[in-house]
């Protein structure tokens, strides 16, 4: 017997998949009985770690450390230093430039020295601060400026070229050029890092860690403590958050974590203060782009060149994909003929930025579109116009890196419903007849796109691995590389494995992902989580459940056509037994229900040496359309109204998908509109704490919010389920509310280009404003250059 097919998806139905289902941990989370690490049961004896560093000074050379008033301070157990690391002192993802704790001299303000293993949190915090640390300052370098000035990389320079961009900017009928900042992000996630290490016999180590990359977390401790990753243990169950953040930044916690407990032989937990956090972990990278784009008068873009200056920090960290990544969208959804791309991975003396939600590919979006919004204003045409014209089509369809677009339909159906639904034109005409009767409020408005591959562009982390048993009482142990953070991961796998055998969900137990059950595993990041560890998991069930017809086959003698899984059943012909059953017998007869299931993404070729080939397996598409208001007085916005409309494919689960697409692009307004990193010139920073640095709040969500999915025809991708992954691309939905903004400054002067920089604070905005009052008025056929 084979299911019924769903008439929509003409694929077999599901009963869980597709479906509406709460997150696994959603009543825990509102009534706050979710475990996270703190909430663990801490052994008998845990110690606790506090980071001790130079609050006073910031970089330059080490000339004196006394740790003897630390040492003496009550509750104190031991103090950690460079010489204390049997192993490596190295954190670092890839290229060994991540010291745990500092030796010879501090890199950037805020870097662990040293580390104090106290009987509790609040004694080895008081003790780390009596150290006696004298430091040699020296000038840092702060800036991207001043790291070009330094000519001071972290990496070798990088770039895309197709075509000859030189000859089609001299052959354009017309040209624009500027420069734009883009300011960095602070992942603020609701759990800070944190780690606790419990010493095991023979030398091995249990780390319970808040992380999105468990094997990094193994790897890095067996590193540092000079043991082999096989006796090193990482667990985690769930994160409150992390964005990005604990992909390779939570590696340093969880070492020291590790080495106090290897020291000590007790077990112990480090958490970081918030401020702590802030200051000493990296951020969004930030971004100096000078662009220039030819094009023709009727707005066609003809040539691009565009130079990413990059602040990576003092290490390089996980630079190399990130300004990759930038690259990669800095095309967003437009055609260009010929494009010369560029990325300087720029070194300066702060914390070294790391990934964050887009890893660097909103920063490539939004630059794409600056320069649409620059073509439109100059040429007094509407943005929208602009942006549909050079859409990827059926003839200009390829990226300047050389992978085609293949489902280029999707982005014209997706943009052509968001405009007719989001009423855009009819609003256009409000909007401008509102500022011709307000001279100190101006409204904007902008509809951009979003196109966003899908998968790691290094092709080694494109694979998953999934552990699933069935045990005799027909329920299911469910375990994967896949961690969850909030984003509903282990509710869509745990939907995957329920349909494939199927139970109903209280028959599946979703375990903590754990380095000793599936090894080797990639980060959850790079939006692939659910594309990867759903599918590792549907084979792990596919080929116990295939072990389970073989077996009924041959005791019925019939064929698999009359076997069917359903409603914790199993129907042979017209007999009907429970899983239980069934696994009871499969057992009886030595069949194994067990089975460790793999996937890797089919099709990723790219050559980075080369810069050929397809890094991405699909792209996933969205549009929105922001409405807002400014004060040109004070530079006070709101945002009054965004649609939105997004691409998931066929949807896992419908609720989870809009939650994470409302969550990203309110995340990405604030990064947007008000999350400002500031460093002084000591380079100390400045924004530490929620006093300080600003994230949206419940009162910055829009007033008139309407979040659709995309009634897609699912993903041409053969992806589980022909769904799309959704963690990632709702963020670059903001660039609406951004490109707004630059409308209503815009419209103040017609046909001067705004020199408005990311975030749009007050501040940004009041400076904006106050440049295009003073600009000279746009002659007819002259562009102004920004």
Known sequence: MTAPLDPRTAEPQTRFVRKDLPHDSAAKHVAGTATYIDDVVEPVGTLHIAPGWARKSVRGKILRLDLNAVKAYPGVVEVLTAESIRGTNDCSSAFGDDPVLASDEVLFYGQVIFAVVAETRDAARKAAQQAVIEVEPITPIITAEDAVAADITVLPDYQFRRGSPETGMTAAERRLSGVMHIG????????????????????????????????????????????????????????????????????????????????????????????????????????????????????????????????????????????????????????????????????????????????????????????????????????????????????????????????????????QQLEASSDYWARRDAVRAFNAENAVLKKGLALTPVKFGISFTLKHLNQAGALVHLYTDGSIHLNHGGTEMGQGLYQKVAQVVADEFGVTMDKVRITATNTSKVPNTAPTAASSGTDLNAMAARNAASEIKSRLIAFLCEQHGCGAEAIHFGDNKVLVGDKSFSLGEIAKQAHMARIQMSHAGFYATPGITWDRESATGRPFFYFAYGGACSEVTIDTMTGEMTVDRVDILHDVGHSLNPAIDLGQIEGGFVQGMGWLTTEELVWDEHGRLRTHAPSTYKIPTASDVPEDFRVKLYESRGNPAETIYRSKAVGEPPLMLANSVFCAINDAVASLKPGVVPELNAPATPEAIMSAVHKIKRAPAARHGEPETS
């Open 184 to 415: 960095g992000q602070e992942h603020f996630y609701l759990e800070g890092q944190i780690a606790m290490a419990v010493p095991q016999e023979d030398g091995g180590m249990f780390v319970y860690s808040s992380t999105q990359h468990p094997t990094e977390i193994q790897h890095t401790v067996a590193k540092v403590l000079g043991v082999p990753d096989a006796l090193v243990t990482a667990e985690v169950r769930r994160m409150g958050g992390g964005f990005g953040g604990k992909e390779s930044q939570a590696n340093q916690w969880a070492s020291l974590a590790a080495l106090a407990a290897q020291v000590t032989c007790k077990p112990c937990k480090m958490r970081l203060d918030r401020d702590d956090d802030m200051i000493m972990t990296g951020k969004r990278h930030d971004f100096r782009v000078e662009w220039e784009i030819g094009h023709d008068s009727a707005g066609r873009i003809r040539a691009v060149e565009i130079n990413f200056l990059g602040r990576c920090g003092y290490s390089a960290d996980l630079s190399l994909g990130i300004n990759d990544r930038t690259m990669f969208h800095a095309d967003s959804s437009y055609f260009y003929p010929d494009a010369a791309i560029r990325s300087r991975r720029l070194k300066t003396d702060t914390c070294s930025n790391t990934a964050f939600r887009g890893f660097g590919g909103p920063q490539g979006m939004l630059a794409a579109e600056r320069m649409i919004d620059a073509i439109a204003i100059s040429l007094g045409m509407d943005p929208l116009e602009v942006r549909k014209l050079n859409f990827y089509d059926g003839e200009r369809n390829l990226t300047p890196y050389g992978m085609p677009v293949e489902e280029f339909e999707t982005l014209h159906e997706l943009i």
